[in-house]
């Protein structure tokens, strides 16, 4: 019997209407059997052709996770730097919920060294991997990350994807050892969430959905 058959579940849309997104997480050790659990979870998305090219990878190693945290401080901070002092606001989103999400971004620069588990969301294509190719991966590698993420918080647990530490296509390969055949599409940090989760807050249907046609 697997874990998840073990423990009192969250329903799916309970699960998916409170799947915040926690960056703050505890430096407390993830069991390597959530982990794992994590990853078939992942693995049951369905994939173009059914290639199942995903690939994934968990980063427990100091020396990994100190070289992907020094990525991401790089990507975070070209990303925030018009944030950091005027963080605005949204239709959808009042000026001070986005200065707490400006500085939960930053915190978790401050500590993805931290986190206990980075888990790196790859495809493999059998060949040297060209833009075109991994363009095209995304349609079957996203899938599996959502599925991930669902299960992290059945689990009581924090994740959150980011793509700002795989800015350099390169580096990313070398710190983790890739071979010209496999991308990197997300890093996932994952741990015990500092905060609570709770419901999200989205947009009206009436705004996003069209029936057809977008307009008459």
Known sequence: MSLTDQQNQMGVFDTMYNCRAMRRLDTKEVPEALLTELIN????????SNTQGARWIIVRDTKVKQRLAE??????ETYLAPLIDNPGSLSHQSGDKRRRMVDAVVWQKEHMHEIPALII?????????TNDMIARGNGSIWPGIQNLLLAARALCLGAAPTTLALNDR???AEALNLPDSMAAYALIPVGYPLGKFGPVTRKPLDEILRFDTWSD
Do not use: Y
């Open 170 to 172: 390169k580096a990313v």
């Open 71 to 76: 990525l991401n401080r790089e990507g975070v």
């Open 41 to 48: 979870a992942a693995n049951q998305a369905p994939s173009g």
């Open 121 to 129: 969301a790859c495809m493999e294509f059998g060949a040297p991997a």
